[in-house]
């Protein structure tokens, strides 16, 4: 049996969605690295009786730990070190040294902030210094401790960590946090688990159903491996986790899968197609440059996303109008006259012009319908035209018609692109149907 | 009393952070449509015991809904037709009707998918024409239907509305749901909320702390307010929820922030930067062009996330190397020797270049030291210059340190660059001290 644990995002902003929650998912990484098994998220708002009920419903489901992220702020909805105190049936103690060392970081950011009102950050500070009695307090990042909270003695039940909200503070707060003894105890049973990721682009999920079913039929050691497949960003992630007795049961199902669907498996390290094409280019070092319109840039930010991305990325045009096409990436105004900017003979001179623009061996021309409007007839929205050009006019062009609304299909767009350049930079000419 | 609702989005890859979550953040905006109150939102993966545990938890929290996104696909992972049916009380029946249209929406699938293996494609079929008996049918936007289950009769407790994870699929079939019987029924308790948000760009969240201090000082009715603020991409965000009866309450507090915040209260309305930027551009008939290097071209993706940005954007260019910087924005190569490649002499020549390269009115030049390497002596990671440029001079320059990692300093830089631009569009050339 693993430990168990449960994380409760805290904040209005993230339950209605104006913020996206990125502390969960990575929350739930470190516990899958600790060998714990992360079994619930429940993302609440600023309401003390919901978080009330939330770290019950944890508590009640046997977690062994409960993490907490935000609440933590200076204002009057951030109750979490309360609420939290309460449940662990703490009292709440005033730390006068962490108040001191609160205030001396408020000093440092006064010298930032020279118009600063005083009179809210002292109010702010003695509010973030008031924490459940015997918890033990993990230094501020930003201005907020956490906190690792035990049940007390009276009660039993689930440890909680209390993180603060803004990811940064959160993440580089965490290693105290695992440090703390009362966590540690805590997890004491967790065991660890491997996982492994296969990707594959280019066909429907229902195919890889059927793979389980026939996997499943060979081999009953399967109902060790806890396969989930899923659909992201045009792709299919197939991702195993086992104890490591499970291995060589996981091993002949990934066999299955290289066997079945070797055209369109193209990562069974974990690696996803940006760190493969990131690879690719070192190792021809060659450099990449685009020319986008539809996707406006967002290949090329897609592409700068890695750290070092400057060894291998020249740069990149973005030619959102015609007449940019034309002055920025050569491509002639008679041909877009005659065969209209989204077509696969602009793509494929766009690719040329980025190639040439940036002297770079490889360019990528994106050029389509994102919508709602700019449909004509024979081009509906998510039309959108690629085309790949390599040194030795090596090329790989091609058009699809990709579903969703703008975002989707200027999304979608960066994937479709992503493995174009991969297959050209692997020397795979012969595109499968899809 | 206003209806309540619950929302458990399944799937161990959101769950665990593979996939981020933009289903329950959607919900969630949909039930403040229907004025129905959002109390949480669970995420679980797919593990049959975890998800009956969800359900019960948010029934006994009093919910009157509950929405569910996601586990109808294909695989055997996907149980949360079975799991509703059950928990509402309800036999799992094959529904011959719904299994012939599904059929037909797979034949449909298999004329583009020529590869395809009819046998899976079958036994998928069938899977997903067994549904609750009783429960209404949501029909299919891609091959999964959805559910609006209600109680069985014995039994109370809330309704359960199941839909697909794909969000397309999910939003397209959102309309149906709505338009149930079993659902209107459900929450026919709900009341109207009014929402505002105000943002503010510049100033830390304590100053708005004390802010709504001295609005409950001021004003007693404040507790008709559910004020929340939060950190957002550099921003400030304000949003205030309330019940009409309280408008008066609302105009009091608002009126208090735009008197204390005045240089940095930007948006009473709702309306983005983004929006503002998009609408200033097309009221000076101007267009905007970027020249980006740490961002790689994630401002001119941003400039251009808005559906009619063809109108002002005319492009831009990504010049990650110093050499693109040079051949294609006309940045001196003797003045990034002098200066280095992150400075605001350079910021001001790209913002030049990129005016002249793509013709537009406003241009805009972003470098700066992403990291995680690239730090030199008094160029830390995190520095980043910005300049504006406009027709007749006029100019916008500054450098700032951002914090966080590559990520973070990549995607704030593209709001700081944002307000820059806002500020010259307004002619406010007076620049507050951040």
New interface residues.
Partial sequence: MSARAGIVVT???V????????N???L??RL?ELGVD??????????RE?ME??LA?LAS?GVDVILTSGGL?????DVTAEVVGQFQGREMVLDNALEGRIGEILDR?MR??????R???R??NRKQAIVPAGATILEPVG?APGLVVPPSDSRGGPTVVVLP????ELQEMWPAATAAEALRAAIASATTYEQRTLRLYG????????T??AA?ANSPGLEGL???????RGEI?V?TRFEPAASAEYAAFEELVRERHADTLFSTDGSTVDEQVAELLRSHAW?IA?A?SC???????R???L????EY?????????N??KT??AGVPAALIERVGAVSTEVAEALADGARA???AEVGVGITGIA????ATPGKPVGLVCFSVAGPDGARLTRSTRL??????V?DRSTTVAMHLVRRLLRGEFDLP??
Same sequence: chains 1, 2.
């Fill in positions: 904040g209005t902003e339950l209605s969605g104006r913020v996206a929650d990125g969960g998912p990575w739930s990484g899958r992360h079994a619930f998220t429940l993302i609440v708002g600023d309401r919901d009920r939330a419903f489901s702020g200076p204002t009057a909805d950011y930032r902030w020279p118009g600063l009102d009179e809210a950050i109010a702010s201005t909200g803004p990811p940064r066909i429907p999920e229902s195919e890889i159903a059927e389980m079913r499943e806890e396969v989930t497949t899923c659909l992201r992630e991702v450099t685009t986008e996707t406006g840039g967002m290949l090329a930010g592409l700068t996303d750290a070092g991305s400057s990325v020249a740069g990149g045009l973005v030619v959102y109008s007449e940019a002055a920025l623009a940036l002297g919508g709602p409007g700019g579903p969703g609304g703008r975002a989707d200027r149907a899809t």
